[in-house]
């Protein structure tokens, strides 16, 4: 059930609130604050334009540009008209690009000046039309590409925003989420997240393609009263040091990689010992939070960082520690309301103990993928989603194990890779470290561990294989440990293990 308003429409629960007490600080941008009424001109500003291009109700719209402004503005004005909103990532290139075009088939697409720039005239030639924003919402139209936009061949007016992501295939994959999956999911992390209230300041620095950075960081805000400290990008830190002071955030969801940097930061001396003084909260997700953060952020912070749970599926967000105080370490919190769970083995029987392949249901979960019958239909079963996590849920407390396909298969007995990290990481001279599976002749897969060290230590591969082989069961010791200066890391900064299985290939 959605909280807090009547409407499942995402314009009208923002508007509302918008529209009250306008005065009110809104967003921070470049040194700036600005209020709500800053906001709605701006929104209008760029409605108008959408609808001066053409732009219809149930028409997709993609966007490619940095955190600013206009990117949620954008967002409401197609909402207003009944569009549909497409956050893409610039980075995969132009043939991804064009790829998730073909798929999305949208009317045109938002860029910023600098993707234009560089993106402009090959989706030109591949018609598809396209306008430039600025990050204050003034659109112009290129010579050129006004003629190429298009209807949409599908009415999608249901749909509030399509994600895009690689598939196993290598071909685009898209998640479809409507008004209602997301409001739901921005209402009951509210609840959830006991410090939240009306005034607070979230930092907006995750890339707005990922459904953390849209939906928790651009959209949450603007139904809670609350406001949002906008950056273009993390890197530099530095952006994020200034957002921070200037603008008094309070609250941050960020992956465990920008927490490492800004802890650095701080021990570096490049920013002050009170960074985080304010911040009621700091949940991290995406990626498994070590321990090693958790004593850093205590140590050089204050204050620890807990985690939560999410999926682009649903909405995003499954679970969340509520507060410092009942906050489990290790854990990625309690389920949010709405949310009905269920337990299988990796063949999709019921699962009889507290652990197995997490499957949920509910109003912040997607009814499937945008015209992806075979895919859904793998993932999609009676109103339930397989997340494909491997977990243990004990006092309502969820614990991600592993993903299902991250786990390690040594002769027949499974390893996961989570327990031979933690193992890992107790060690004094490790920082981090991260474990895959790679093939073996004879046990078909063996653990491989890839570690930063701490600075200064000497430590070697013969060292923490023995120190391993004195807490784990012989099976579940690594193989080789490889040592990295760092991870090959996604976009949103989750480590890509993929990369690392593929590296130097099969231990002997």
């Given at each position: 059930?959605?909280?807090?308003?009547?409407?499942?429409?995402?314009?009208?629960?923002?508007?509302?609130?918008?529209t009250?007490?306008?005065?009110?600080?809104?967003?921070?941008?470049?040194?700036?604050?600005?209020?709500?009424?800053?906001?709605?001109?701006?929104?209008d500003?760029?409605?108008?334009?959408?609808?001066?291009?053409?732009?219809?109700?149930?028409?997709?719209?993609?966007?490619?540009?940095?955190?600013?402004?206009?990117?949620?503005?954008?967002?409401?004005?197609?909402?207003?008209?009944?569009?549909?909103?497409?956050?893409?990532n610039?980075?995969?290139?132009?043939?991804?690009?064009?790829?998730?075009?073909?798929?999305?088939?949208?009317?045109?697409?938002?860029?910023?000046?600098?993707?234009?720039?560089?993106?402009?005239?090959?989706?030109?030639?591949?018609?598809?039309?396209?306008?430039?924003c600025?990050?204050?919402?003034?659109?112009t139209?290129?010579?050129?590409?006004?003629?190429?936009?298009?209807?949409?061949e599908?009415?999608?007016?249901?749909?509030?925003?399509?994600?895009?992501?690689?598939?196993?295939t290598?071909?685009?994959?898209?998640?479809?989420?409507?008004?209602?999956?997301?409001?739901?999911?921005?209402m009951?992390?509210?609840?959830a997240?006991?410090p939240?209230?009306?005034?607070?300041?979230?930092?907006?620095?995750?890339?707005?393609?990922?459904?953390?950075?849209?939906?928790?960081?651009?959209?949450?805000?603007?139904?809670?009263?609350?406001?949002?400290a906008?950056v273009?990008a993390?890197?530099p830190?530095?952006?994020?040091?200034?957002?921070?002071?200037?603008?008094?955030?309070?609250?941050?969801?960020?992956?465990?990689?920008m927490?490492?940097?800004?802890?650095?930061?701080i021990?570096?001396?490049?920013?002050?010992r009170?960074?985080?003084?304010?911040?009621?909260?700091?949940?991290?997700?995406?990626?498994?939070?070590?321990?090693?953060l958790?004593e850093?952020?205590?140590?050089?912070?204050?204050?620890?960082v807990?985690?939560?749970?999410g999926?682009?599926?649903?909405?995003?967000?499954?679970?969340?520690?509520?507060?410092?105080?009942?906050?489990?370490?290790?854990t990625?919190?309690?389920?949010?309301?709405?949310?009905?769970?269920?337990?299988?083995?990796?063949?999709?029987?019921?699962?009889?103990?507290?652990?197995?392949?997490?499957?949920?249901?509910?109003?912040?979960?997607?009814?499937?993928?945008?015209?992806?019958?075979?895919?859904?239909?793998?993932?999609?079963?009676?109103g339930?989603f397989?997340?494909?996590?491997?977990?243990?849920?004990?006092?309502?407390?969820?614990?991600?194990?592993?993903?299902?396909?991250?786990?390690?298969?040594?002769g027949?007995?499974?390893?996961?890779?989570?327990?031979?990290e933690?193992?890992?990481?107790?060690?004094?001279?490790?920082?981090?470290?991260?474990v895959?599976?790679i093939?073996?002749?004879?046990?078909?897969?063996?653990?491989?561990?890839?570690?930063?060290?701490e600075d200064?230590s000497?430590?070697?591969?013969?060292?923490?294989?023995?120190?391993?082989?004195?807490?784990?069961?012989h099976?579940?010791?690594?193989?080789?440990?490889e040592?990295v200066?760092e991870?090959?890391?996604?976009?949103?900064?989750?480590?890509?293990?993929?990369?690392?299985?593929?590296?130097?290939?099969?231990a002997?």
């Open positions: 059930m959605v909280a807090d308003t009547a409407s499942h429409r995402l314009e009208e629960a923002i508007d509302s609130k918008l009250q007490n306008t005065g009110n600080r809104c967003y921070w941008w470049n040194g700036t604050w600005f209020s709500k009424s800053d906001f709605l001109k701006l929104t500003k760029i409605e108008s334009s959408l609808r001066e291009a053409g732009f219809t109700k149930g028409q997709r719209l993609t966007v490619l540009t940095a955190n600013c402004p206009a990117f949620p503005a954008i967002s409401l004005a197609a909402w207003r008209i009944g569009g549909t909103v497409v956050p893409l610039t980075k995969p290139g132009i043939d991804a690009l064009i790829a998730t075009h073909e798929l999305i088939e949208p009317f045109a697409a938002i860029m910023s000046e600098a993707v234009w720039s560089e993106l402009g005239t090959p989706m030109r030639e591949k018609n598809f039309g396209s306008m430039i600025s990050p204050t919402g003034d659109i139209f290129p010579d050129g590409t006004r003629e190429l936009f298009r209807p949409s599908i009415n999608t007016a249901e749909y509030a925003v399509i994600f895009t992501t690689s598939g196993t290598g071909l685009p994959k898209a998640v479809p989420l409507s008004h209602g999956n997301i409001l739901n999911n921005c009951e992390l509210r609840k997240v006991i939240l209230e009306p005034g607070d300041v979230f930092l907006n620095v995750m890339p707005n393609f990922h459904t953390v950075g849209y939906t928790i960081a651009n959209i949450t805000p603007l139904t809670m009263d609350a406001g949002q906008i273009p993390f890197m830190p530095s952006q994020c040091v200034k957002a921070i002071l200037d603008a008094e955030v309070n609250i941050m969801f960020v992956v465990p990689t927490i490492s940097y800004l802890m650095s930061a021990e570096r001396g490049d920013a002050p009170n960074l985080f003084d304010r911040f009621k909260m700091m949940i991290t997700g995406g990626d498994r939070l070590n321990d090693y958790h850093l952020a205590l140590r050089v912070a204050g204050k620890d807990v985690e939560g749970y999926l682009t599926e649903t909405s995003p967000v499954i679970a969340v520690n509520r507060d410092y105080k009942s906050h489990r370490r290790g990625v919190g309690q389920f949010l309301e709405g949310f009905e769970w269920r337990l299988s083995t990796e063949s999709g029987q019921p699962s009889n103990k507290n652990e197995g392949v997490l499957w949920v249901k509910g109003p912040s979960v997607a009814d499937g993928y945008f015209r992806s019958p075979e895919i859904t239909a793998q993932r999609f079963i009676d339930w397989n997340t494909g996590d491997y977990v243990r849920v004990e006092d309502g407390y969820l614990t991600i194990l592993d993903r299902v396909t991250d786990i390690i298969i040594v027949g007995f499974n390893v996961y890779p989570q327990e031979v933690l193992v890992l990481s107790g060690h004094p001279a490790v920082n981090t470290a991260i895959v599976g093939k073996n002749n004879l046990s078909g897969q063996v653990p491989k561990a890839f570690v930063i060290k200064g000497n430590v070697t591969q013969r060292e923490l294989i023995d120190y391993c082989k004195q807490r784990l069961a099976f579940k010791v690594p193989r080789k440990i040592f200066n991870f090959p890391l996604s976009p949103t900064g989750k480590i890509l293990r993929r990369i690392l299985r593929e590296y130097k290939g099969t002997e």
